[in-house]
């Protein structure tokens, strides 16, 4: 059986827009169908350019403002015309395996799945801070462990997550310039905790596209902080920093991938203190 899939994009980012979606449409098949939702204010020409893509296979929502990455995947599964959804970063380079494997493994009964997601640097050479305990604050898997179910990349049967009532958690997921995550491994687990069938594609991978000013020690520091504050928010703090120090101190032997572990862990800790914070602080 082949099933029909809703592609979804989306993207806050209107200059990655027209590569991602140029990458797209070879990839489809003849039921499938395009879902775009621009999570950014866009001038008129830029809504016109984007609404002429639009056709019976490609629907083009905007939210006009930044509303955040949760309530732009909560919509594309509301407006989907298809029971399966596909989710695709706007800098990931899908090929026409990964989304045939995905859609194959969705017929044979998997509610949610994913495929592998590796990091392209682009030519560029890795700075000493990164090793590949870091690659997951790049939204790019370990090459040497086991993938997960990622937000980059995978797929959803929308009925069943709405027969157990589940969406994409709005105070997780990126809104405007902040880093916070785990919408989708929080929905994942949810689902699995209710007794869905998740598959992770394993041999079976896609290219996350990483621009140069995510390799400055800057960002990576800032996404670890994020990452606490997400761990807290959807109520993982003690577990969360535990499974953060497993993750650094993965980059290998040796004295660098330690002292980065802890630097990061410990960005990671401070993101977990202000977001216990805030809340006292707004009560008080």
């Not at 015309?81 to 990964?98: L, Q």
């Not at 990576?220 to 993982?236: D, H, I, M, N, P």
């Not at 993750?247 to 993101?271: E, F, I, K, Q, W």
Request: one cysteine or more; glycine letters at 8%.
């Amino acid at each position: 059986m082949t099933v029909p899939l809703t592609v979804a994009v989306c993207s806050n980012r209107l200059g990655l827009l027209p590569a991602a979606l140029d990458r797209l449409p070879g990839l489809l098949g003849p039921d499938d169908h395009l879902v775009v939702v621009v999570d950014t204010a866009a001038d008129a020409t830029t809504q016109r350019r984007l609404a002429q893509t639009a056709d019976r296979r490609r629907t083009v929502f905007f939210n006009g403002a930044t509303i955040g990455l949760s309530y732009s995947r909560n919509l594309a599964l509301k407006e989907a015309p298809t029971r399966h959804v596909v989710f695709v970063d706007d800098d990931i380079v899908p090929t026409t395996a990964a989304i045939e494997h995905l859609r194959s493994t969705l017929a044979d009964g998997a509610h949610v799945a994913g495929t592998r997601i590796t990091a392209d640097l682009q030519g560029r050479r890795t700075p000493w801070w990164l090793t590949a305990g870091q690659l997951h604050y790049l939204g790019s898997h370990h090459p040497d462990l086991p993938a997960s179910i990622w937000g980059g990349c995978f797929a959803l049967d929308r009925d069943h997550a709405r027969l157990l009532g589940l969406d994409f958690d709005s105070r997780l997921g990126r809104v405007g310039n902040n880093l916070a995550s785990a919408e989708d491994t929080t929905l994942v687990r949810r689902l699995t905790a209710l007794g869905a069938t998740t598959a992770v594609l394993h041999d079976t991978q896609v290219r996350h596209l990483i621009p140069a000013h995510r390799l400055r020690p800057g960002y990576l520091l800032r996404r670890a902080y994020w990452q606490g504050r997400s761990e807290v928010r959807r109520r993982t703090a003690r577990a969360g920093l535990h499974k953060e120090w497993r993750r650094n101190r993965s980059g290998g032997p040796g004295t660098r991938p330690a002292v980065l572990a802890l630097l990061y862990t410990a960005a990671v800790l401070t993101g977990i203190g202000r977001e216990l914070l805030e809340p006292a602080r707004s009560h008080s």
